[in-house]
């Protein structure tokens, strides 16, 4: 499971480039990552594959993503909807 926020992808993205290193990865901006990587939209909020919503409250959910994984990413709202349906409040 793996959390998917602004920060959360800031940091990634900054540990992953090496010509990002000068930028601190705790209050970078994604402006200023994607200026370095001249990629605009990497840094994007991720949409919530049970109500569709684009958001920065995500997490991602099961494999990692990659060609016919079973991935899931899923909005608090959603998780908090889930929870209740388990703990029969819904």
């Given at each position: 499971?793996?959390?998917?926020?602004?920060?959360d992808?800031?940091?990634?993205?900054?540990?992953?480039?090496?010509?990002?290193?000068?930028?601190?990865?705790?209050?970078?901006?994604?402006?200023?990552?994607?200026?370095i990587?001249g990629?605009?939209?990497?840094?994007?909020?991720?949409?919530?594959?049970?109500?569709?919503?684009?958001?920065?409250?995500?997490?991602?959910i099961?494999?990692p993503?990659?060609?016919?994984?079973?991935?899931?990413?899923?909005?608090?709202?959603?998780?908090?909807?889930?929870?209740?349906?388990?703990?029969?409040?819904?």
């Amino acid at each position: 499971m793996k959390r998917m926020r602004e920060r959360d992808k800031i940091r990634e993205t900054v540990g992953e480039w090496p010509q990002l290193s000068e930028l601190d990865p705790e209050t970078a901006t994604v402006e200023e990552v994607e200026n370095i990587i001249g990629r605009y939209g990497w840094l994007r909020q991720s949409s919530c594959d049970e109500c569709g919503i684009q958001t920065w409250d995500i997490v991602e959910i099961g494999e990692p993503p990659y060609y016919e994984s079973a991935t899931a990413y899923v909005c608090l709202d959603c998780l908090k909807k889930a929870i209740a349906l388990l703990e029969g409040k819904e």
